[in-house]
């Protein structure tokens, strides 16, 4: 399953949906799908192309796609499936730029399955603290955003007899969103279990 490049033999196929819906116009955009056989040049035989259009409000012309395919699902779905698979592509490029999980640089295979693992739970406990510890407005954030701006981040540390101070630089993490941060992390903590007895 690809997309395919809009072309003049594919938009000849589509013309029906690239005429404006009658009517006024709605808010949400209109989404309409079409599937039919094509054989480009360079393919041995004809495959199944399904177009998808678009017609947002206030836009003149409708944001068209088009994906060959082989899958027999009905062509919503199929777009579905195709943007979810896109989806997760995103995360693995995501990991690769955030935890550099490309670096299997072991002489023995077994060795570069244990790294890999290794940069997978790294990435998995870091999107977990991205999901679950990240307040509203940092949630958008990417994880190369967060390791830079929360996990590598400068700080001067103080030792007293009691306590160790931290003192972060609030250039990029304010010290109202690290309490917010670390509250959210306390949050999660498991409950210590009830001692028989001293349960309410």
């Known amino acids: 399953m690809i997309r395919l490049t809009a072309n003049a033999v594919l938009e000849r196929e589509i013309e029906h949906l690239l005429t404006r819906p009658v009517g ?21 035989q004809p495959r199944r192309v399904i177009a998808k259009a678009e017609w947002h409000a206030g836009e003149l012309f409708p944001r068209v796609g088009f994906i060959v395919t082989n899958l027999t699902k009905h062509s919503k779905n199929v777009v579905k499936f195709y943007n979810g698979r896109g989806t997760a592509e995103q995360w ?4 690769k730029n955030a935890v550099k ?39 958008h954030w990417l994880l190369t955003t967060l390791g830079e701006q929360l996990v590598k981040i400068g700080a001067q540390v103080t030792r007293h007899a009691k306590y160790v101070t931290f003192q972060l630089a609030e250039v990029a993490m304010t010290r109202r969103l690290f309490a917010a941060i670390l509250q959210r992390i306390v949050c999660l903590a498991i409950p210590p279990p009830c001692v028989v007895g001293q349960c309410d």
């Open 24 to 44: 006024r116009p709605s808010h949400k955009p209109q989404v309409f799908y079409h599937s039919f056989q094509h054989q480009a040049k360079s393919w041995h």
């Open 92 to 95: 693995i490029k995501e990991g």
């Open 101 to 139: 999980w490309r670096k299997l640089s072991c002489r023995t295979f077994q060795d570069n399955q244990t790294r890999l693992q290794l940069f997978t739970l790294a990435y998995n406990l870091a999107n977990f603290l991205r999901r679950l510890a990240l307040p509203r407005d940092v949630k």
